[in-house]
């Protein structure tokens, strides 16, 4: 499965000797830079080499909670920098604002399944929604008495504290009963919240959902290729696709988002997934790094 590499370890030793140059960096955030507040040894150093260097450096993390100015703060938090352009930051939230309202006609809206963060990041996406915030439970047979808004085209799912059963039907009705387009975020199971802590993630909330519909949403976060078209018309260089390195820290997401998108990909083992995970997958990274202070050792 590593080629000429006879074992894990030997692969994972040697391979950031033989990474290749590229000009485009795509890196993950949660779990590759930082974990919550607590930046990853180096990654700071790691990113300012790069950028030192003269390569474009592009943040994309699947957190849709956070605006533009939340995730360049929380950059400046957790690193102690910031990026020299903020269209370089882009969270699934910002793309899955953008592929909606890109559809949307004057007045028409959405079902908003997500966080305060998410609803700010509508906000300035210009993307009128509906259903943010906390649902009242309600009994059974009270749901006969919802009427649903007509305007709505989309339910769109994201991480949200607030979702309960409520919330849930309501999304339910508007695709089943209204015909609404059912888009995701992201599906990622987990947060690494810390070093010895996971919580929930999105796809995790959205769980039920997708059991009571019988149907998967349209992920528009990694590892959908439509990430990848949106970045794409502000960024002209991720057209070459051979100069284009996707560095992240779940396989699933990242790695096969980079195996959809047609680049290469290098797995850091500071977030979610371990050397087990990676032998066992069938969803191999290009390279294996200890983290991304690795990156340190290219010339």
């Known amino acids: 499965e590593y080629g000429e590499f006879q074992t894990?370890?030997?692969?994972?030793?040697?391979?950031?000797?033989?990474?290749?140059?590229?000009?485009?960096?795509?890196?993950?955030?949660?779990?590759?830079?930082?974990?919550?507040?607590?930046?990853?040894?180096?990654?700071?150093?790691?990113?300012?080499?790069l950028l030192a260097r003269g390569k474009k450096v592009i943040l994309v993390t699947n957190n849709s909670t956070k605006t533009r100015t939340l995730l360049n703060n929380h950059v400046m938090e957790a690193l102690g920098m910031e990026l020299p352009d903020q269209t370089c930051l882009y969270s699934s939230g910002i793309a899955c604002a953008l592929y909606m309202r890109s559809r949307l006609k004057n007045g028409e809206k959405v079902f908003l399944v997500g966080s305060n963060g998410f609803a700010e990041v509508l906000k300035e996406c210009g993307v009128e929604f509906v259903g943010h915030g906390p649902h009242e439970p309600m009994d059974f047979y009270e749901f006969n008495d919802f009427h649903p808004d007509p305007s709505v085209k989309f339910v769109v799912g994201g991480f949200d504290p607030h979702f309960n059963h409520t919330k849930m039907a309501k999304a339910l009705i508007y695709i089943k009963e209204c015909g609404a387009e059912f888009v995701a975020t992201n599906l990622d199971r987990v947060y690494p919240l810390s070093a010895q802590r996971q919580l929930p993630g999105t796809g995790s909330v959205l769980a039920g959902l997708i059991t009571a519909l019988g149907a998967q949403p349209r992920v528009i976060g990694k590892p959908s290729k439509v990430f990848y078209e949106i970045m794409s018309r502000d960024h002209g260089n991720l057209a070459d696709r051979s100069r284009v390195l996707m560095v992240g820290d779940n396989l699933q997401t990242d790695i096969q988002f980079g195996h959809n998108c047609g680049i290469d990909t290098a797995l850091v083992l500071t977030g979610v997934a371990g050397p087990s995970d990676v032998e066992e997958s069938s969803v191999k990274p290009t390279y294996v790094l200890s983290s991304v202070a690795d990156l340190l050792q290219q010339k």
């Open 8 to 49: 894990f370890q030997h692969y994972f030793k040697l391979i950031y000797l033989r990474m290749k140059e590229y000009d485009v960096y795509l890196f993950d955030c949660d779990g590759v830079l930082w974990r919550g507040l607590d930046p990853v040894e180096r990654a700071a150093d790691a990113l300012r080499h």
